[in-house]
C-alpha cells in the first residue's frame, strides 16, 4: 500500500513538473514548486497525525511505524503500562535527545515515573517554556496534597488538556474517582494527536494503580 501510494506521487510529481516545463515557467519556479508539493504530500499528513489527530488507531500506526525512535517509542510504553519500560524509555530519550527544552521537560517526566515527587517540583520550576512549566509545578503542589494551590495555578494554563488533567490528579488524590474520571475524558477531548493517545493511556495506567492500592 505504502509503495503503491509512493508511486502515484512520484508519478504526479513528474506529470506536474511535464506540465510546468511545457508552459515554460522558469527552472527556479518549477524547482519550489516541487518542494512545495513534497511538503504538504509528505510532511503535512505526518504532521497532521502527530498534533492534531483524533484518530487513535492511526496514531497509534504512526508510533510502530516509528518506535525506533525514542519518543514514539515512549508514547507506545506508556501504552504497555510496564512502569520499567516506561522509565527506561523516558532514559533513552534524555541520551538521545541533548536540546534543552527536552531535557528539561523529560527530567521532570523522570521525577514523576520515579514518584520523587520533590525531584518533580525542583526539574519542574527549571523548565523554560510555558504553560508546560506551570502544568508541571501544578502536578507537583497537588500530589502534595496542596490543592488550593495547584487550582490557582491551573488558572495560568492556557491549554485546556492541562487544566482538566490537574484537576484530574487532585481528584485522585482525594479518592474521588468519579470526579477523576470526568476530569480525565476532558482532557482526552480536549487533546489532540501524540499527546491525546498519551493521555488516554496515562489515565489509564494511573487509575489502574489506584484500583491495585485501594
Known amino acids: 500500500m505504502?509503495?503503491?501510494?509512493?508511486?502515484?506521487?512520484?508519478?504526479?510529481?513528474?506529470?506536474?513538473?511535464?506540465?510546468?516545463?511545457?508552459?515554460?515557467?522558469?527552472?527556479?519556479?518549477i524547482y519550489v514548486s516541487m518542494l512545495f508539493v513534497s511538503l504538504v504530500l509528505f510532511v503535512a499528513p505526518h504532521m497532521y497525525t502527530l498534533y492534531k489527530s483524533n484518530n487513535l488507531k492511526k496514531i497509534e500506526r504512526y508510533l510502530e511505524q516509528n518506535k525506533h525512535k525514542p519518543i514514539p517509542a515512549y508514547a507506545l510504553?506508556?501504552?504497555?503500562?510496564?512502569?520499567?519500560?516506561?522509565?527506561?524509555?523516558?532514559?533513552?530519550?534524555?541520551?538521545?535527545?541533548?536540546?534543552?527544552?527536552?531535557q528539561e521537560v523529560y527530567k521532570t517526566n523522570l521525577a514523576l515515573y520515579e514518584r520523587n515527587v520533590s525531584k518533580l517540583e525542583q526539574h519542574a520550576k527549571q523548565i523554560s517554556k510555558l504553560p508546560i512549566r506551570t502544568y508541571y509545578i501544578a502536578y507537583a503542589e497537588a500530589l502534595k496534597g496542596n490543592?488550593?494551590?495547584?487550582?490557582?495555578?491551573?488558572?495560568?494554563?492556557?491549554?485546556?488538556?492541562?487544566?482538566?488533567?490537574?484537576?484530574?490528579?487532585?481528584?485522585?488524590?482525594?479518592?474521588?474517582?468519579?470526579?477523576?474520571?470526568?476530569?480525565?475524558?476532558?482532557?482526552?477531548?480536549?487533546?489532540?494527536?501524540?499527546?491525546?493517545?498519551?493521555?488516554?493511556?496515562?489515565?489509564?495506567?494511573?487509575?489502574?494503580?489506584?484500583?491495585?492500592?485501594?
Open 2 to 29: 505504502k509503495i503503491l501510494k509512493y508511486t502515484v506521487i512520484f508519478m504526479l510529481g513528474i506529470a506536474l513538473t511535464i506540465i510546468l516545463l511545457f508552459l515554460e515557467v522558469p527552472f527556479w519556479l
Open 147 to 214: 490543592f488550593e494551590e495547584a487550582r490557582t495555578l491551573t488558572g495560568y494554563l492556557t491549554v485546556d488538556w492541562m487544566h482538566h488533567a490537574i484537576e484530574a490528579i487532585i481528584a485522585q488524590t482525594k479518592g474521588d474517582m468519579h470526579t477523576y474520571r470526568k476530569e480525565a475524558d476532558a482532557s482526552i477531548e480536549h487533546s489532540r494527536g501524540i499527546q491525546k493517545f498519551m493521555n488516554v493511556y496515562a489515565f489509564k495506567n494511573m487509575e489502574n494503580n489506584y484500583t491495585k492500592k485501594s
Open 77 to 102: 510504553a506508556v501504552k504497555s503500562g510496564d512502569h520499567d519500560k516506561i522509565i527506561e524509555s523516558v532514559q533513552r530519550i534524555l541520551t538521545k535527545h541533548k536540546q534543552a527544552s527536552i
